[in-house]
T-cell receptor
């Protein structure tokens, strides 16, 4: 069975500071990892996926298979980054489209 | 494109009742997945429908059932409601049975009294 762990329920930083949201997973195969974000009063939306290897809104995430991690990073946080962030795993194959989510991290960026 | 649409937005039921939630996928998508999100938790996978069949099911009892129609829209039915069924129910659509990423709707907030 797959599991996704986001160890920090709450994370507070000041504007301009670096931010790292942690995500660890357990899965024996080759997963696809995602970060989803939910801004205030908005729906859950995709932020980035590891296979795209792109930077969205200044955020990056690298899949580390050795450490089974997919941490989300941004060098200079902005107030508009304040939101709930979910890490999610797709096992593929017989899991069809099932996504396994972590519990989420609430990021607050203070001015 | 309105994206994924869900109805109703909010619903209040009492224990033992039955409820039906509805979802229309994003234009061009053919697969619908349902998730339950309890307060303070991440979404939990209920099941996925593709080609009008349930393809994968999460750890939910048979009280939870669904349907997909030829136009790809879907319904989630929950029978014999329990207090613990109170949650936000999210619908997500994608293209193809393994298709990622999934696009989410705003959800239906179900409250059980």
């Amino acid at each position: 069975a797959q599991r996704v762990t986001q160890p920090e329920k709450l994370l507070s930083v000041f504007k301009g500071a670096p931010v790292e949201l942690k995500c660890n997973y357990s899965y024996s195969g080759s997963p696809e990892l995602f970060w989803y974000v939910q801004y205030s009063r908005q729906r859950l939306q995709l932020l980035l996926r590891h296979i795209s290897r792109e930077s969205i809104k200044g955020f990056t995430a690298d899949l580390n298979k050795g450490e089974t991690s997919f941490h989300l990073k941004k060098p200079f946080a902005q107030e508009e980054d304040s939101a709930m962030y979910y890490c999610a795993l797709h096992a593929g194959g017989t899991s069809y489209g099932k996504l396994t989510f972590g519990q989420g991290t609430i990021l607050t960026v203070h001015p | 494109d309105a994206g994924v649409t869900q109805s109703p937005t909010h619903l209040i039921k009492t224990r033992g009742q039955q409820v039906t939630l509805r979802c229309s996928p994003k234009s061009g998508h053919d697969t619908v997945s349902w998730y339950q999100q309890a307060l303070g938790q991440g979404p939990q996978f209920i099941f996925q429908y593709y080609e009008e069949e349930e393809r994968q099911r999460g750890n939910f009892p048979d009280r939870f059932s669904g349907h997909q129609f030829p136009n790809y829209s879907s319904e989630l039915n929950v029978n014999a409601l329990l207090l613990g069924d109170s949650a936000l129910y999210l619908c997500a659509s994608s293209l193809g049975v393994l298709g990622q990423p999934q696009h989410f709707g705003d959800g239906t907030r179900l409250s059980i009294l």
